[in-house]
Antibody
């Protein structure tokens, strides 16, 4: 049974960056898509972006494009997400989640399906 | 950009009652590309339903999903105490997108 193990809580200053990690335990990321989902305090779920290691492709929600970078280290089975230019609005719990999908050969888009395995979340607090 | 609207925002019911949660999309989903999740306080979301009507592994059969096009429904046939939580729908896609959630609370 695959589990996703996320790195620990972070406290950051406004304007700084944070990198959080997500490691697969019990399986690899092969043939899956890994998403990052943000949940601000008392709010809903917000898909930030994802990576498909088998294709080496990354995808970002428009809101986060240019400020978030998702990478994979296949040698260690770890996915990373880095967020730059942090503000207090980035204070949230960040989840990595594993799912599947497919590449639409007409549009070239990768269609992300549902996410059936979730990490426990990493709390990032941005405060001066 | 497809928007998902869940209703009601809060559903107040008693254990044993039936719950019906709605998820409407601003554009028709060409296939049944919709999932439902349950989230309890302090926990990660859990996948309940995928492809509109298929229960994920280990999900009790009191949970069912239905719908197509722009209207989707999650039904909990008889609420158990552990079912009181927040439920989210999510459309598949590029990007995938979540609804704002429905809270099912004890009446």
């Amino acid at each position: 049974q695959v589990q996703l193990v996320q790195s620990g809580a972070e406290v950051k200053k406004p304007g700084s960056s944070v990198r959080i990690s997500c490691k697969a335990s019990g399986d690899t990321f092969s043939n899956s898509a890994i998403s990052w989902v943000r949940q601000a305090p008392g709010q809903g779920l917000d898909w930030m972006g994802g990576i498909v290691p088998i294709f080496g492709t990354t995808h970002y929600a428009q809101t986060f494009q240019g400020r978030v970078t998702i990478t994979a280290d296949e040698s260690t089975g770890t996915i990373y997400m880095e967020i730059n230019s942090l503000t207090s609005e980035d204070t949230a719990v960040y989840y990595c989640a594993r799912g599947t999908g497919y590449r639409d050969h007409e549009t070239g888009d990768y269609i992300y399906f549902g996410m059936n395995v979730w990490g426990l979340g990493t709390t990032v607090t941005v405060s001066s | 950009e497809i928007v998902l609207t869940q209703s009601p925002g809060t559903l107040s019911l008693s254990p044993g009652e039936r719950a019906s949660l709605s998820c409407r999309t601003s554009q028709s989903l060409t296939t049944t590309y919709l999932a439902w999740y349950q989230q309890k306080p302090g926990q990660a979301p859990r996948l309940l339903i995928y492809a509109s009507s298929n229960r994920a592994t280990g999900i009790p059969d009191r949970f069912s999903g239905s719908g197509a096009g722009t209207d989707f429904t999650l039904t909990i046939s008889r609420l158990e105490p552990e079912d009181f939580a927040v439920y989210y729908c999510q459309k598949y896609g590029s990007p995938p997108r979540f609804g704002q959630g429905t809270k099912v609370e004890i009446k």
